[in-house]
């Protein structure tokens, strides 16, 4: 870790980075160990210059955005994570709305509420990032977040362009459910631009105001967690969270994690929860899903760090 901070100082980065900084208040489960080197950068050049220098001293990088869809291991994470919390903005030209990576995506779905502008009020209320939002193309009330991206701004992590800023125009069929070009690993996404539709912000606050209400309804903010644990798969006929419930797994607990008394396919931290917790009741689920119905439950949440 000396060594670390050491580089970082050379290379006049060290005033992005804390060192041995805990992770887990930066997720929405709440668990999880320390990174040793956690950088904060507030521009794209930023992002940039810790890109080259991690990749230069082959140190691993790991990209957190709103740690909405992330369980953290309890040792923590190793190298450099970079948070995208710096990274904010929210900009409108017409009914094209730029928003920074790190700015939450509900507050890109206000922001253009209150500028009349239709196509993000699906995913108001929804934690996270826009830059998590868009590598997970996330999705809820009928709506998801490819058909309305535009065009995404990006670091490049792959040599030989290592460094480099690019723009990645949307093509529809880079997308799937839960699927997005991101996710090979190459982007780092800094920005991102929507096309929207002109609105009326009473009417989409209306139905913003719906959306939050069926969450809170639905218990999504009353304990930590990361939202659905599982994909659902419409080979097997039924969302995740209703084959769980059939399986009877409401209420099972590992520790201090549980599956949640409202919802099958959402896992609490009931407070004191460990990461290793979390994983154990996950996959005791799969498992028990897999030998009474023969359906293999695909994780939609991400683990990370050193297992
Ligand atoms: C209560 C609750 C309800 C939820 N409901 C929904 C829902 O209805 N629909 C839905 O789709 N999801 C839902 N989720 C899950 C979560 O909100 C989404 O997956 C969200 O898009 C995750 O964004 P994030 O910024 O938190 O990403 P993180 O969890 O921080 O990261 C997820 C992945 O994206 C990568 N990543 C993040 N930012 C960037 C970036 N800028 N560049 C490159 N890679 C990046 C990370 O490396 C990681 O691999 C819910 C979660 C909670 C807690």
């Known amino acids: 870790m000396l060594k670390l901070q050491r580089e970082l100082e050379k290379f006049n ?53 709103g740690g909405a869809n992330v369980v953290i291991s309890d040792r923590g994470i190793r190298g450099l994570v970079i948070h995208t919390g710096g990274l904010q903005g929210l900009n409108r030209s017409g009914t094209l709305l730029t928003v920074g990576a790190g700015t939450p995506i509900s507050d890109a779905s206000a922001y253009a509420a209150d ?19 868009i590598w997970m193309n996330a999705r809820c009330y009928d709506g998801e977040i490819a058909p309305v991206l535009e065009e995404t701004r990006y670091v490049n992590l792959g040599e030989p362009e290592l460094g480099s800023i690019g723009v990645y ?3 529809l069929k880079d997308f799937d459910y839960k699927v997005s070009p991101f996710q090979d690993g190459r982007r780092i996404i800094v920005e991102a631009t929507f096309r929207l539709t002109p609105g ?20 999504h903010f009353l304990a930590p967690c990361a939202g659905s644990v599982f994909k659902n798969n419409r080979a097997f ?33 009931t407070g004191n929860a460990t990461a290793r917790e979390i994983r154990d009741l996950a996959e005791t689920v799969q498992n028990k899903v897999e030998q009474h119905t023969g359906f293999t439950l695909e994780p939609e949440i991400l683990f990370l760090g050193e297992w």
């Not at 041995?20 to 997720?27: D, E, R, V």
């Not at 500028?115 to 939002?133: C, K, Q, R």
């Open 237 to 269: 006929g039924a969302p995740s969270g209703q084959i769980i419930d059939r399986v009877g797994l409401r209420g099972t607990r590992i520790g201090g994690a549980r599956v949640s008394d409202r919802h099958g396919n959402i896992i609490i931290n």
């Open 169 to 171: 125009r949307t093509d």
């Open 115 to 133: 500028h009349d502008m239709e196509g993000l009020s699906f995913i108001y209320a929804m934690p996270g990032s826009t830059g998590g939002a």
């Open 13 to 65: 980065l060290d005033h992005l980075v804390a060192y041995n900084a805990p992770l887990a208040p930066l997720t929405t489960f709440r668990v999880g160990g320390p990174a040793d080197a956690l950088a904060r950068p507030r521009s794209a050049q930023e992002v940039a210059d810790l890109v080259r220098w991690s990749r230069h001293r082959e140190v691993p990088l790991t990209i957190l955005g």
């Open 200 to 219: 009326d912000r009473t009417e989409l606050y209306r139905q913003m105001k719906e959306h939050e209400e069926d969450r809170r309804r639905k218990g």
